[in-house]
DNA sequence: GCGTATTGCGCAATGG
DNA sequence: GCCATTGCGCAATACG
């Protein structure tokens, strides 16, 4: 096993500049905005000629790629724009996963207010019960004895008015759809 | 963002590549993560060899960047290690969005739970006081003519065995401490 | 095996 | 001037 280099794919990465020839704009136009005129001014460098020729007439062999093949170049630009898509979907995703967020979090506060609306709704109508329990306990003694009879129970709960729950929650909207998430 | 200029360069990247020539593993920069590329090894090809010297021997001039520049090495390669930096915190953050994602959605599926559950509950006591009502109404004759003498109430409702609802719910675990959203 | 998709990396332009 | 961000191309690799 011992394989020569085996090494860690360092990309290497060399540039050879190729200039592009044909048309480059073949650029779909993404959304935002693209827009471009082209105007070709100087290019940054390389150094001139680009690399129509390189430095030494060795070109391909055993072990390069040519780059000056038309087939190279080929797959160069189809695999540029494989890329430029896959960045694009990437990008996509991303925004899409932050704005589930958001959308997450607005859920939540609404499921929370539910929650705290419905706690009090409970927590009134328990309070009546109790209210109720102790008028009850008021007119009722509440352990006879052992041995003693029960003492005929004849005496209801007085009204006592339990008007008092005038809470408004005739509205009883109980909309819930279950686990269903809002649209 | 990000959409400057409208021309998006024509990407004429040239790119000379100056191999590693000598030495250029100068780079021992431990920085947090060490890495670094190995020694290179050759294959890959491209110029192979060549590049030591760019294809033109002109270099620096008014315009162009010398890349055999010390400084520019430099610079070129602070810069790569601020590119690492940014795309590897980008990443970061794409999987804290994605991780949050995941929690607001749990944390949505137990407030809905907690919202059916208070939702049952009420309704229970809801049902509780309209039997009552309705067991009032059976013994009380809603209206009593003006003028006619109330009569006496002496018959209570029958227990009439309300033990129906015989959900379990004594737990009463009503753990919601009023507003406070859980943990 | 070939073709696309994804990923790591470097370069250059640009923004702050 | 420096670092941060971003678009882009290249090459290696993963995936079908």
Redesign the pocket.
Known sequence: MSMPSQQ???????????I?SQT?NS?PM?T?G?LQQVPQLVP???GGGGKAAPPSGRMKKGAS?D?ESDE??Q?????????????????QKAADTQQRVNELKEENERLEAKIKLLSKELSVLKDLFLEHAHNLADNAPPPPPPGAPPPPAEACPPPHNNNNNNNNNHHANNNNKGSGAGP
Not at 8 to 18: E, I
Request: hydrophobic share 25%.
């Open positions: 860690k794919p360092m990309t290497d990465q060399n540039g050879v500049s190729v592009q480059l650029t993404p935002g693209g940054v460098s390389s790629v780059k190279y170049r797959r160069r630009e189809r695999n540029n724009l494989a890329v430029k898509k896959s960045r694009m979907r990437s990008k």
